[in-house]
């Protein structure tokens, strides 16, 4: 996993996090359970709601900038050893990664760094959606 985000996340670019840091309900917040800062520091973050006026329901995302690689090594690790996992993605201005318990998701911008991301880890690449590709 380390390996995979180090060839993924460059230092010399900004890394940045959105997870959901709470759900709306009748106009009350309730906050996620997200446990991010156990591994990341939030220093300052921006908050971006999304609200469905009709059912009165809603969702908080917290965006926040510059993370450091080895934090996000660190909260991916944690998943990997069994702690709940929340909505989050890392992203820079190449690639995008979701991490959950069973799946790790990349997406990338450069048809050839996901190619040979595809070849350098294939013995743990699920390619079953590979069919749906051009």
């Not at 709601?49 to 009165?56: G, R, S």
């Not at 690790?77 to 069994?82: A, C, F, P, T």
């Not at 690639?95 to 013995?123: P, Q, R």
Request: charged share 25%; proline share 1%; hydrophobic share 40%.
């Amino acid at each position: 996993m380390k390996e995979i985000l180090q060839t993924i996340f460059q230092e010399d670019r900004s890394i940045h996090l959105l997870f959901v840091a709470a759900y709306i309900h009748y106009h009350r917040r309730y906050l996620a359970k997200a446990r991010v800062c156990s591994s990341i520091t939030i220093r300052n973050w921006k908050e971006y709601i999304v609200e469905d006026e009709v059912a009165h329901t809603g969702v908080v995302y917290a965006h926040v900038k510059h993370i450091k690689l080895d934090e996000i090594i660190s909260y991916c690790l944690s998943v990997y050893r069994g702690h709940t996992p929340v909505y989050i993605v890392f992203y820079d201005s190449d690639f995008l990664l979701y991490v959950s318990t069973d799946v790790v998701d990349v997406i990338g911008t450069d048809v050839n760094a996901i190619k040979t991301l595809k070849e350098t880890y294939a013995y743990i690449y699920d390619s079953l959606h590979n069919k749906y590709e051009k």
